[in-house]
């Protein structure tokens, strides 16, 4: 055990710390079960005990009876990797780019077009809409650049 569940300040009644010290104190068995003073570094806690059980080891072995379970081990997971994601998530991450660019610009452009027709109401709108497509370029030009930074970057780590 190491020092943070078995120091006496951390233990308190109630909680998994002195559950866990109990349990392994039932356990020992042969080993001997000592008594240790908790100190009021911490304070006293209501209906705290000034006494805390320790297991005191007499070898520093732990015995082969133990039953150990493990859970989630490697050899149960398929790790092979058929590297398909490395063509897989470029391919996406250009096609979202394309199209975090393309959106906007469908929608703005007809709008600037049909706003050059003298007759058109919203002809004194003009300059709304050119500033409106620098802004969307130079914004979606940020994005697609730190995009590309991120999965392009990992992507091209792994070839060869």
């Known amino acids: 055990m190491d020092e943070s569940t078995s120091s006496p300040e951390r233990l308190h009644p109630g909680t998994p710390a002195e559950e866990n010290a109990q349990i392994l104190a039932e356990r020992s068995g042969p080993q001997q079960t000592a008594r240790v003073p908790a100190t009021s570094a911490t304070g006293p806690t209501p209906g705290a005990s000034t006494s805390i059980a320790a ?15 493990v859970y989630g081990t490697a050899k149960t997971e398929n790790l092979r990797d058929s590297g398909a994601w490395r063509i897989i998530l470029p391919a996406f991450v250009i096609l979202l780019c394309l199209a975090l660019l393309a959106v906007p ?18 002809h004194s709108f003009v300059w709304l809409w050119i500033v409106m497509i620098i802004l969307e370029v130079a914004i979606a030009a940020f994005i697609i650049r730190g995009l590309v930074k991120i999965f392009m970057t990992q992507a091209g780590n792994y070839r060869g």
């Open 55 to 69: 297991p005191i080891s007499q070898s520093p072995e732990v015995t082969a009876t133990e039953h150990r379970q």
């Open 105 to 122: 610009l469908i929608i703005l452009i007809p709008l600037f077009v049909n706003s050059l027709d003298v007759t058109a109401q919203t």
